[in-house]
C-alpha cells in the first residue's frame, strides 16, 4: 500500500498525534503524511532516501513551517551511506533489502542519534523492509509514546514480525496488528 493510500484512507489516524508531538517520518515518500498530519503535530521530521521523492515532497511541503525535511536515510548501525534499489514502477518501493531495476547510493542517519536529537514522541515507519532493523537498534524508548509501521512481510517473514511485536510489547506499549502478517500489514504501537 502506498504512503498516499494509507494517507488517504486514514490509516496513520490510529498514530493520535496531537499538538505536543514530534514525529519521525521515516520512509516520507513524497510528503503525503506530513502534508496531512502537520497541523495536528508540534513538529515532524521527514527522511526520504531518493531524490525524486525528496524533490517532490519538497514541492508538497513548501509552505509547511513545522516539517523539516531530509534526503537521507534512516539506518540501525552507523552507515553514512547505502545502496538502494529503485523501483522504476512504484516511487513508494524503492528498497534497501529488495533488488530492484536499477539501485543508487543514498545518505544515511542512525536512528538513535536521530532519537537523541529530535527527542520525538512518535513514530512513522514506511520504510519497505527497513522497519526490523531500525525498531531492533532503538535504545531508548523512553520518550516514544506511539509507533506506526507498515510491515513488509515479503521482505522478512513470520519470526521477525514476531520478535518485532513482542519487543514493543515489552517496552510497554499496547500492539494493534494481525497475528499472521501479510504483505504491507500496518502495525500501530501505542503506550
Not at 503525503?32 to 521523492?53: D, M, Q, S, T, W
Not at 545518505?107 to 519497505?128: F, Q, S, V, W
Request: glycine share 6%; charged share 30%; net charge negative.
Amino acid at each position: 500500500m502506498s504512503v498516499n493510500i494509507a494517507v488517504e484512507k486514514g490509516h496513520y489516524d490510529a498514530l493520535n498525534i496531537d499538538k505536543d508531538d514530534v514525529v519521525l517520518d521515516i520512509g516520507a515518500c513524497v510528503g503525503g503524511f506530513a502534508k496531512r498530519y502537520h497541523e495536528l503535530a508540534k513538529r515532524i521530521i521527514c527522511f526520504e532516501p531518493v531524490p525524486v521523492n525528496y524533490h517532490k515532497a519538497s514541492e508538497n511541503l513548501i509552505k509547511v513551517t513545522n516539517v523539516i525535511l531530509f534526503n537521507k536515510a534512516i539506518v540501525g548501525n552507523e552507515d553514512k551511506d547505502r545502496l538502494i534499489n529503485i523501483d522504476v514502477n512504484n516511487r513508494g518501493a524503492h528498497s534497501m533489502y529488495v533488488d530492484k531495476n536499477s539501485n543508487l547510493i543514498v545518505g544515511c542517519e542512525n536512528i538513535n542519534e536521530m532519537i537523541e536529537a529530535y527527542k520525538p514522541t512518535k513514530l512513522k515507519l514506511d520504510c519497505e523492509g527497513a522497519e526490523y532493523e531500525i525498531i531492533k537498534a532503538i535504545k531508548d524508548w523512553s520518550g516514544i509514546k506511539g509507533l506506526i509501521m507498515e510491515w513488509h512481510e515479503f521482505i522478512h517473514k513470520q519470526e521477525r514480525y514476531e520478535e518485532i511485536i513482542s519487543l514493543l510489547k515489552d517496552q510497554g506499549f499496547k500492539v494493534t496488528g494481525p497475528e499472521q502478517p501479510v504483505n504491507q500489514t500496518m502495525v500501530v504501537a501505542l503506550r
